[in-house]
């Protein structure tokens, strides 16, 4: 493999970058300014070059922040000499983020590679640095698969987490039912023989216009006080 650095970087709207530091001849780095906002990344194999048999090259992030750290985003290799990170951020329109400039992305692998939650940065005007080391292909895969792993499980929880609303006993609703149709019907009534009657065609109007309710509202029932 050549002793020059194989990779570049891509970030919307800056110049590309290909001299990234060398820190060994596995490992490089690439740093930049966190501003301006920057939505993707791309990290790119330059041409000309492979990685050695069995490795693929993993990147890493390390955003600002009190306790700065490498987060691994993804991998590329010979097979795939090419990934795109969508950076997905709570920003506003001058690409500082709200909650007091705290930086809480999301970073995924859009080419489905992996995702990972990434720290935050209190100070949009300082460094990112993207790590790329060359690893043995097993190994980086295998972290891949484990941050999968926690990402669905994390998933699963969140949406597990959240309590199902109690549904209504059969009693209740069937109070409900015959409430909405008595309060309908109540101004049809008439007398007959000396009792109050109700004509069958307000009942059906019932009916119909029920069946519509339930069609463009079905929780309205459950919204009933009594």
Do not use: C
């Not at 001299?19 to 990290?43: D, N």
């Not at 922040?65 to 010979?78: T, V, Y």
């Amino acid at each position: 493999m050549s002793t020059s650095p194989p990779f570049g970087l891509v970030l919307p709207s800056r110049p590309v970058l290909t001299e990234p530091l060398i820190i060994s001849p596995t490992q490089y780095a690439f740093t930049f300014p966190a501003a301006p906002f920057f939505s993707h990344i791309v990290v790119f194999l330059l041409p000309g070059f492979t990685l050695p048999e069995g490795t693929l090259a993993g990147v890493y992030i390390q955003l600002p922040g009190p306790a700065p750290a490498f987060e691994l985003l993804g991998s590329i290799g010979n097979s795939k000499e090419s990934a795109i990170f969508a950076v997905k951020s709570r920003s506003t329109s001058n690409g500082i983020s709200a909650n007091h400039g705290i930086l809480e992305d999301t970073m995924t692998d859009v080419d489905g590679i992996s995702s990972m939650s990434a720290s935050s940065a209190s100070n949009l005007g300082t460094a990112v640095t993207v790590g790329i080391s060359i690893e043995p292909a097993a190994s980086l895969t295998q972290q891949l698969e484990t941050l999968k792993d926690s990402s669905s499980t994390a998933l699963v929880s969140a949406r597990t987490a959240q309590p199902e609303p109690s549904p209504l006993s059969t009693k209740i609703l069937a109070q409900r039912i015959i409430k909405n149709a008595f309060n309908f019907l109540a101004s049809f009534a008439g007398s007959s023989g000396g009792q109050e009657v109700v004509p069958l065609k307000s009942f059906q109007d019932w009916w119909t216009k029920f069946e519509r309710r339930i069609q463009m509202d079905p929780g309205f029932l459950e919204r009933e006080d009594g």
